[in-house]
């Protein structure tokens, strides 16, 4: 059983930057491929950034490549997210997830979630 708990989020201008944090349970967090999603009112969830466990090889969104570095620090069993050049179409709540195994680079992938923080950003 894995426990995400998403932190950081807030209220931005166009331009500026942010990190979120998310901050997980469990001994084998080092084990675990993490990733980042997002939400809109009225979208479906979608694929921000991912990174692997072994290899740490990450994988981007083509809405934020060049903007975004999703990172880990597996002794302090925590993930980040740097947003940098933030936009107002970057504005949504984001999900932490991780899965030991994800079956498709999608939300139906992952089995863990965290609860979400909010991103605003205005323009």
């Known amino acids: 059983q894995v426990q995400l708990v998403e932190s950081g989020g807030g209220l931005v201008q166009a331009g500026d930057s942010m990190r979120l944090s998310c901050a997980a349970s469990g001994r084998t967090y080092s084990m675990y491929v993490m990733g980042w999603f997002r939400q809109a009112p009225g979208k479906e969830r979608e694929f921000v950034a991912a990174?692997?466990?072994?290899?740490?090889?990450?994988y981007y969104a083509v809405s934020v490549k060049g903007r975004f570095t999703i990172s880990r620090d597996n002794a302090k069993n925590t993930l980040y997210l740097q947003m940098n050049s933030l936009k107002p179409e970057d504005t949504a709540v984001y999900y932490c997830a991780a899965d030991l195994n994800p079956t498709r680079p999608s939300a139906l992938g992952y089995r863990y979630w965290g609860q979400g923080t909010q991103v605003t950003v205005s323009s």
């Open positions: 990174i692997s466990g072994n290899t740490l090889n990450t």
